[in-house]
């Protein structure tokens, strides 16, 4: 079965900074997707960034990148220049690909960003 | 716009009492999914559906079921309820036939309290 691992329960970065959320995780697949979503204080689950396993190349949405080392099986996230909405709950989640597509996620990190 | 809706948002019942949750989704998505989440798990899937009359067990099923008699709606029952069930619940839906991009949307979440 699969797991996923966030090491980090809370974290905090001051405004304007960087910051790299963690995330390990188990499989014996070769074939499959990694996610991050976000819950903000309203609770709504939103999918920040999205990494398919076969492709070498690291997933960039805007401010958000992933570091992905499949060898290891790590699949960090990155937060360029944080902001006061990016103060929220962050998981990490695997799917395997051509399977069931269910999600496990990992326990999650809560992020504040402070002024 | 397409969305998905859960209700109640909120709900406080009592032990033993047979509790439904409903979820409603107009993306015509065949997938759907039951994440219970707590603290210190993260999400964990209750129950999915692959469309209309399929149901599956997931990784925390026992005294939860579902049924799917159509495609826009997966109720979720708790049919005793214990106090270990309160929690908050998500319902996802995702669409297996676009194969480049397999996102799960969420709803909003039902805050279940079982006294």
């Known amino acids: 079965a699969q797991t996923v691992t966030q090491s980090q329960p809370e974290m905090s970065v001051q405004e304007a900074e960087t910051v790299t959320l963690s995330c390990t995780y188990d499989t014996s697949e070769n074939n499959y997707y990694l996610f991050w979503y976000k819950q903000p204080p309203s609770r709504q689950m939103i999918l920040v960034i999205r990494q398919e396993a076969y492709k070498q190349q690291n997933a960039t949405e805007n401010r958000f990148s992933v570091n992905f080392q499949k060898a290891a099986k790590s699949f960090s996230l990155k937060i360029s220049d944080s902001q006061l909405g990016d103060t929220a709950m962050y998981f990490c989640?695997?799917?395997?690909?051509?399977?069931?597509?269910?999600?496990?996620f990992g326990k999650g990190t809560k992020l504040t960003v402070n002024p | 716009d397409a969305e998905i809706t859960q209700s109640p948002r909120h709900k406080i019942t009592e032990t033993g009492r047979q509790v439904t949750l409903a979820c409603h989704q107009t993306w015509n998505h065949n997938n759907m999914f039951w994440y219970r989440q707590d603290l210190g798990h993260g999400l964990r899937l209750i129950h999915y559906s692959y469309g209309v009359q399929d149901t599956n067990k997931g990784e925390v099923s026992d005294g939860y079921s579902v049924s799917r008699s159509n495609t826009e709606d997966l109720p979720l029952t708790l049919e005793s309820a214990a106090s270990s069930q309160t929690s908050v619940y998500f319902c996802?839906?995702?669409?297996?036939?676009?194969?480049?991009?397999?996102?799960?949307?969420f709803g909003p979440g039902t805050r279940l309290t079982v006294l």
């Open positions: 996802a839906s995702s669409d297996s036939r676009d194969l480049t991009y397999n996102e799960q949307f």
């Open positions: 989640a695997f799917m395997f690909q051509g399977g069931s597509e269910k999600l496990v």
